[in-house]
Structures are given as C-alpha cells and as structure tokens.
C-alpha cells in the first residue's frame, strides 16, 4: 500500500490488549496509515513532544536542557498527564507520554496480545506476543548478513509476557521479562503479520472480454522494457495487474524472444529445452504443433510446479487465421464462486490428475508424466486466489472422485468449462511479429484459433520463483 493520505486521520490512538479471537482480516491498511505521516509533520511533532519532555524535566530536576528522560522528569511528566508510571507493566496505564503521533499503550497480560488501533478505525490488529517474540530480529534471533532465522529453541519456555510495551510514530519497542528487547516497525509489521503478506503494491484486476476490448493493452516498448528500469517495472506490474504483458517492437527473430524473457528472468529449461520454436512441420505428438484450434489452457499442468509465465512471439506466418486467445482464470474462478458457491466449493477440494505422455524420438526420452491439484487453490486465510491450473487436453483418467461423487464433480467441471468458453470471459487478439506476449501461466489460459500456411511460433517459459522475486525487489508486488 502507499500513498495514503494521513490528513483525516485522528491523532488519537490506542494500543490495547485484547482476546485472541477478536483478530482481523484486514489490519494492513490501519498501520500504512500510520507510518505514511508526512515527514514534516513528523519532525514537528518530534520536536514538540521534546520540548514538552524538556520543559517538564525543567520542573523537576531544574536541568534546562534535559532530554526528558531522567526519572524525576517521568515521574512530574506522570503526574501532569496523570499517569501511573509504575503501573504500565500489568494494569493497563499508559507506558509513554502521549504526543498527537503517538499511540497509548497499554496492556492486559492476561490476553497475550497487542492491538493495534486507530480511534476511529472499527478494525485493528491483534498480535500475540508468542508471534512477536519468534519474529524478534535483534541480532541474537536474526543474521542480518545471510537473511536468516536463528532459532529460539526455548521459545515456549519462555515468560512471553512483556515486561513494558512502548509506541511512538515509527513502531514498537518491547522490553521483555527476560531482560532482551524487541523493536518493531509498523512498515514492518504490516507486511508481515496476518495477513500482512497480501497487501499487494499493484491491485489485481479480474477481466473479461469487454474490458480487454474497451482499455488500451498492457504494453511496454521493446526499448523501454530492455534499458529502463522503469520499464522493466511497469511489465512486472502488467503481470501482477491482468496476468499478461506485450513487449513490443522487438526484433522479430528467436533472439528477440530471449532478450525480452531474459529481462524478466532466465529461462527455464524444460522437456522442450529452453527456447523452442513450434510449427506444424515438427510433427511432435502435441496439438500445439498442428494447424488445429487449441481451447484455452494453462500449460505444464502435468508438473508438480508448472513454468510460471509462458512465452509466445510469432516470427512468421503466411497464411490466416492464428488469432491468439486469453481467459482470465481468476475472472472465471471469482464468476463461478458468485453463480455457483457450490460448484466453486467442489472444484477448489477435489485434486485432478493431469498426465503427459510422450514416446522416446529424436533422441529424447520417453516421458510420463503426472500430477494432481484442484482446478484452483486459495489461501486458507485470506481467500485471495493463488494458483488456476485448468487443461481438458491433459487431464487424465479420474482415479480421485468416489463414484457417489461423480455427478457433482462432473457438473462443476462442465459449470466452469462453459464460463470459461463463453465469449465474454475470451478476448481474442493477432499477435504480429515484433509483439512480444508474457502470460503469467498460475493464473491467464491462452489458447488460438485455427490457422492455414506456415506459422513460426518462439517462446519459452519462466520460473515463477524468479520472476515473482524480480516483481518483489522492483516493488511490483
């Protein structure tokens, strides 16, 4: 999330304890609200807050230019706000002096937990200290120069109750019975406590035909894509946003295709190699090598990871027809869930083999391949969408439904094929040659229509993990 406004944003806030079983859902947008605050407001809260610390200390110790922290300070400081400064630890007072950019704290041990809280906000978040305490990364619990976790392996033997819990503008600062101390920002926090990992920097966008057809493609310049790092961005945020992007203006040749793969990540080796090229004069026992019409599909279905984005770039044809095809899958996912939660509920629970196989030619080997997964996974949580895997060419022989169960499993199967065929979830374009298409294959189907003449397809396929790390470290995701 990013550039919120923080304007009409109360400046009075809490931190509180309450029960586990208050969490929420949706705690990510609350704390960016907190930690996008202007800088110069920042700064002049801060330098307010000193002088408050300043001129109070003056009161007690007579030291002009005390910084506030001396104990006679805290205490008349304690005293003018009316606070107990012995009493944060167990009884729910506050722990810090309160300023306009900082949160109260206070604690009820008997819960676990930490909340979060704007004052006007109806949703917060609820962190147990058990998580808190397993995600310090002080120097003793993280290394900083590999990345890593180091284990707490007397975690649970721990008092996981802390000893004082204070908040300003930048995050929390936990000093725990033990004696180790604990700081956290809310940046951080919220991209990484439940479900904090969701909060995309790009909003996914479902989409149909009429949508593709009314808005301009998703397209970067060849040249922009290739030497700008703001290009190379604006493919991977196509990606995350629809599930496709065009290069275009590339060289129309083999090496045109690699140079704009490689830009994104390198290219995954596969049965097929690494870049291929697909023509009907190939003769592979696959309908892609033919003249035929494929259906829209996801590929590599028949792997336990399929390649994460495909790759097509037409060097010639000199015939017609080809018409290139996309269907959202999560368009189709999300379309069903509305028409038939039934249907969407069978399908995301029941695992489908998809098999690919191949005889030894040409000095390749034989190949039998097989795997099984749901049509669509979700994140348990969340709810979001994370993976679409849908081939009526590849699915193979139906080992993994009871008979009893077969009519509803076949009636989701047919309610999700007639979604995906219906002419307003499929956008047809041409593709041309120096026309690029990046298909992120967890999520968009593709598919063509039939075609006469010579037609010379290049592609190739990406790891998901390489270009999601790529989408990750541009900000893209």
């Known amino acids: 999330m990013k550039g919120l406004n923080l304007s009409a944003i109360s400046s009075?806030?809490?931190?509180?304890?309450?029960?586990?079983?208050?969490?929420?859902?949706?705690?990510?947008?609350?704390?960016?609200?907190?930690?996008?605050?202007?800088?110069?407001?920042?700064?002049?809260?801060?330098?307010?807050?000193?002088?408050?610390?300043?001129?109070?200390?003056?009161?007690?110790?007579?030291?002009a230019m005390c910084p506030g922290k001396c104990k006679s300070s805290r205490r008349q400081l304690d005293k003018?706000?009316?606070?107990?400064?012995?009493?944060?630890?167990?009884?729910?007072?506050?722990?810090?002096?309160?300023?306009?950019?900082?949160?109260?704290?206070?604690?009820?041990?008997?819960?676990?937990?930490?909340?979060?809280?704007?004052?006007?906000?109806?949703?917060?978040?609820?962190?147990?200290?058990?998580?808190?305490?397993?995600?310090?990364?002080?120097?003793?619990?993280?290394?900083?120069?590999?990345?890593?976790?180091?284990?707490?392996?007397?975690?649970?033997?721990?008092?996981?109750?802390?000893?004082?819990?204070?908040?300003?503008?930048?995050?929390?600062?936990?000093?725990?019975?033990?004696?180790?101390?604990?700081?956290?920002?809310?940046?951080?926090?919220?991209?990484?406590?439940?479900p904090g990992q969701f909060a995309r920097r790009t909003k996914r966008i479902l989409w149909g035909r009429k949508k593709m057809e009314s808005e301009p493609l998703p397209a970067v310049t060849f040249e922009h894509h290739m030497t700008s790092e703001d290009g190379l961005r604006q493919s991977l945020r196509n990606l995350v946003k629809y599930g496709f992007t065009m290069v275009t203006g590339a060289p129309p040749t083999a090496e045109g295709t690699r140079q704009a793969s490689e830009r994104i990540s390198p290219i995954q080796e596969s049965m097929y190699g690494g870049l291929w090229t697909v023509s009907p004069a190939m003769g592979n026992n696959d309908t892609a090598y033919t003249h035929e019409s494929l259906g829209a599909h996801t590929d590599n279905t028949y792997l336990t990871s399929p390649a994460g984005i495909e790759v097509f770039h037409i060097l010639e044809h000199d015939g017609t027809g080809g018409e290139s095809l996309l269907v959202d899958g999560f368009n189709a996912v999300d379309t069903l869930r509305r028409d038939d939660p039934k249907a969407f509920q069978t399908l995301r629970d029941t695992p489908i083999p998809f098999e690919y196989m191949a005889t030894a030619a040409d000095g390749k080997p034989p190949y039998l391949m097989k795997a099984y997964s749901p049509i669509f996974t979700e994140h348990a949580g969340t709810g979001e969408l994370l993976t679409f895997r849908f081939n009526a060419y590849d699915r193979g022989t139906m080992d993994t439904v009871k008979p009893q169960d077969l009519p509803q499993f076949y009636a989701a199967y047919q309610k999700i094929s007639q979604v995906i065929s219906s002419p307003a979830s499929q956008f047809w374009f041409q593709l041309s040659p120096g026309t690029v298409l990046l298909v992120d294959n967890w999520r968009v189907m593709h598919g063509r229509s039939a075609f006469t003449g010579f037609r010379l397809l290049s592609g190739c396929y990406l790891s998901r993990d390489e270009w999601i790390s790529q989408a990750r470290m541009l900000e893209a995701l």
């Open 80 to 194: 003018t706000k009316g606070l107990n400064s012995a009493g944060h630890k167990h009884t729910g007072s506050l722990a810090v002096a309160q300023t306009p950019a900082t949160p109260v704290v206070s604690q009820r041990d008997e819960d676990q937990v930490l909340e979060v809280r704007l004052a006007q906000a109806e949703d917060a978040l609820v962190i147990p200290y058990m998580w808190l305490r397993d995600h310090c990364r002080s120097e003793r619990y993280f290394n900083h120069t590999t990345q890593q976790k180091i284990p707490d392996l007397e975690l649970l033997e721990r008092d996981l109750t802390p000893q004082a819990v204070r908040a300003d503008s930048k995050g929390l600062s936990i000093k725990w019975r033990d004696g180790h101390e604990t700081d956290y920002t809310y940046d951080w926090l919220a991209n990484n406590f439940y």
């Open 12 to 63: 009075s806030m809490r931190l509180v304890l309450l029960k586990p079983t208050y969490a929420t859902s949706r705690p990510a947008r609350f704390l960016h609200q907190l930690i996008q605050q202007q800088q110069q407001q920042q700064l002049q809260l801060q330098q307010q807050h000193f002088q408050q610390k300043r001129a109070t200390c003056g009161l007690a110790c007579g030291t």
